[in-house]
Structure formats: C-alpha cells, structure tokens
C-alpha cells in the first residue's frame, strides 16, 4: 500500500524540470464555496495556473491515498467529499482509508513538500481567530507555512480572522510575508486591511529572486505572498464588516468549535452579504493561481 500518490503528469514535468503549482481541495469543496461556485472555481484555478505557465497538482486523499494531482474524472469526488483534512489528519485518513478527504493549506503544503513542489496557491489562508483569547483557536496552516520550503501564494488571511495577530504570529515564527505591488496586507475578500505589508515587491520575478535568496541563505521553510483581490471583484469594507459581525454571532449561537468555524462562518458570510462574496472568492482564487504559475515558471527558468 503507498500512502501517496504523485499524478503522471505532475510526475513528469517535475522530473523534466517544468513548473509545477500545488492547489489544495478544501476550497473547492462545500465546506469551502456552496456549489456550484465550488467547481467554477476548480476549472478556473486550473486553467489559471496553466495560463501562467506551470502544470496544476491538486491534492486531496482519495480511497485512503494522499493524492498529488488528480485525474479529470476524479474532480467531482472532491467537490462532493466532506471529510477536512488538516496536516495533522492526513495519518488518519491515509491509516484509516477514508474514502475522500478534502485538504487544507496545511495538509496541502506537506503533501505537496513530499513530492518536491515548491508553488502553492489556496484563497486565503488561516490565521488567528477574533476569539483566541478565549479560544485559543490560531489555524495550522501558519506553522506549516513557516515548516515546509513551498511558497503559498494567497490574498492574504481570511477577513473574519484578527488580521493584526494573524500577521504578528508570522512574523513570530520567522514567515517571510510580501504584498505583490500592493502596500497592504490584503484581506481577502476586500482589498485593505489597514495593515501595512511587511515587504511590496512589484514582479513575480522579484519574488523568484527572493525565494532563491532564502534558499541559498538555508531558509528550511516558506513564504507569504500575498496578492489582492482584483478591485473589480472585491466586497465593500462596510458590508463585509456586517456580514462578519452577523456570522460570528450565528456560529457562537450554532455552538460550532475547531475546524466547523471556518466552514461555517465562510456559509454565513456568504448568506450574509446576499451571495457577493462567493464571486470576490471565486476571483481571488483565479489571481492567486495566475500569479503561482507566473512564480512557478520564473524559477522554473532560473534554476
Ligand atoms: N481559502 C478559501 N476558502 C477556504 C480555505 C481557504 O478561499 O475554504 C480553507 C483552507 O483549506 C484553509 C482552511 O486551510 O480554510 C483554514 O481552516 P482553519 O481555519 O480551520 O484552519
Ligand atoms: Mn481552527
């Protein structure tokens, strides 16, 4: 029995040297965007990071396999599939041989590390909750960030997160973050967190110059870059804030905990600002994979 899987494709344009970009499964899935924005999203991220240049490698777990890089036939099992996987489930649903198991950016992020990819693209990544005082609630994908050499290319962490920690923790544990021609942090759905980018770089090509300093410097984990939602997409400040607001006090009435918040209050966000948010969703996850292709295929051509 192998525990994972590395798609034909992926197989070969890795051993020839061509650029490859993970993508992870759990956005694609119900828990991520309701369907059928969850597909619309699959087929546009795809062809998103093959118009920038690199071979897409989506990844989930499928009849107990870690999968890196799926068969077009196998996509309707993810945008159905259920099951979360986080990094630290991904032995339970490979030991346990779930049928289905969509992956997060930090399972992602390992699976993809496994197979030697170095360019991941997701929506938005987990941070710290609003609530992690009383909670303690600060999502994994910040340490797998910093853990595994992959560059994640996201806009930014989710809007209902606390931004500001969310951006000390990275630099806490050591995550070189960078806007692409942007000031800001962005925050997902919206352009502006009001938080200031700790670095701007203005190309891809200034990113792939970075991510080759940090490897020759023996930098053993990741990087941030952070792109904003095109401005022709992005949700107002002041609706996001009341859909946010309207969100988090259904999920505390709900009583929902763990790794059901951010599902949840993803669906309510949604509901909350009439739909608007699913297509500003959807375009983010478009530009993230454009421009992963685009870093994907620089350093493809560098190194
Ligand atoms: N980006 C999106 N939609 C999503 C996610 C990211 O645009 O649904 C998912 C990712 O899989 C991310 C997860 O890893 O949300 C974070 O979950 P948590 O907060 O429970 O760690
Ligand atoms: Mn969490």
């Given at each position: 029995?192998?525990?994972?899987?590395?798609?034909p494709?992926?197989?070969?344009?890795?051993?020839?040297?061509?650029?490859v970009?993970?993508?992870?499964?759990?956005?694609?899935?119900?828990?991520?965007l309701?369907?059928?924005?969850?597909?619309e999203?699959?087929?546009?991220?795809?062809?998103?990071?093959?118009a920038?240049?690199?071979e897409?490698?989506?990844?989930?777990?499928?009849?107990?396999?870690?999968?890196?890089?799926?068969?077009?036939?196998?996509?309707?099992?993810?945008?159905?599939?259920?099951?979360?996987?986080?990094?630290r489930?991904l032995p339970?649903a490979?030991?346990?041989?779930?049928?289905c198991?969509?992956?997060?950016?930090?399972?992602?992020?390992?699976?993809a590390?496994?197979?030697?990819?170095?360019?991941?693209?997701?929506?938005?990544?987990?941070?710290?909750?609003?609530?992690?005082e009383?909670?303690?609630?600060?999502?994994?994908?910040?340490?797998?960030?910093a853990?595994?050499?992959?560059?994640?290319?996201?806009?930014?962490?989710?809007?209902?997160?606390?931004?500001?920690?969310?951006?000390?923790?990275?630099?806490?544990?050591?995550?070189?973050?960078?806007?692409?021609?942007?000031?800001?942090?962005p925050?997902?759905?919206?352009?502006?967190?009001?938080?200031?980018?700790?670095?701007?770089?203005?190309?891809?090509?200034?990113?792939?110059?970075?991510?080759r300093?940090?490897?020759e410097?023996?930098?053993?984990?990741?990087?941030?870059?952070?792109?904003?939602?095109?401005?022709?997409?992005?949700?107002?400040?002041?609706?996001?804030?009341?859909?946010?607001?309207?969100?988090?006090?259904?999920?505390a009435?709900?009583?929902?905990?763990?790794?059901?918040?951010?599902?949840?209050?993803?669906?309510?966000?949604a509901?909350?600002?009439?739909?608007?948010?699913?297509?500003?969703?959807?375009?983010l996850?478009?530009?993230?994979?454009?421009?992963?292709?685009?870093?994907?295929?620089?350093?493809?051509?560098?190194?």
């Open positions: 029995m192998t525990a994972f899987e590395v798609a494709a992926v197989a070969a344009a890795l051993a020839e040297g061509r650029p970009v993970a993508l992870e499964s759990t956005v694609f899935s119900a828990l991520g309701p369907a059928p924005a969850g597909a999203a699959l087929t546009r991220c795809l062809a998103a990071v093959r920038g240049g690199a897409p490698a989506v990844t989930a777990v499928l009849d107990g396999v870690a999968r890196i890089g799926l068969e077009p036939g196998e996509h309707e099992r993810i945008l159905t599939c259920g099951s979360k996987v986080a990094e489930d339970f490979v030991g346990g041989r779930w049928p198991g969509v992956t997060t950016v930090s399972a992602s992020l390992r699976l590390s496994l197979a030697g990819i170095r360019v991941f693209a997701t929506g938005g990544i987990g941070g710290v909750h609003r609530d992690a009383r909670s303690g609630d600060v999502s994994a994908d910040l340490g797998a960030i853990h595994h050499p992959v560059v994640t290319v996201s806009a930014g962490a989710k809007v209902f997160l606390d931004l500001p920690r969310t951006l000390e923790h990275l630099e806490t544990i050591g995550v070189p973050v960078v806007s692409l021609g942007f000031d800001e942090f925050a997902f759905t919206t352009r502006s967190s009001g938080l200031p980018a700790p670095r701007r770089v203005e190309t891809v090509e200034e990113v792939a110059a970075v991510v300093a940090a490897r410097l023996g930098y053993e984990g990741g990087l941030l870059l952070a792109v904003p939602v095109p401005e022709a997409d992005e949700v107002p400040r002041d609706v996001l804030d009341r859909a946010i607001a309207t969100a988090h006090a259904a999920a009435v709900a009583g929902v905990t763990g790794p059901g918040v951010t599902p949840y209050v993803l669906g309510q966000i509901d909350a600002t009439g739909g608007a948010s699913v297509p500003a969703n959807l375009a996850a478009e530009r993230n994979a454009l421009v992963a292709g685009q870093l994907a295929a620089a350093l493809a051509a560098t190194s």
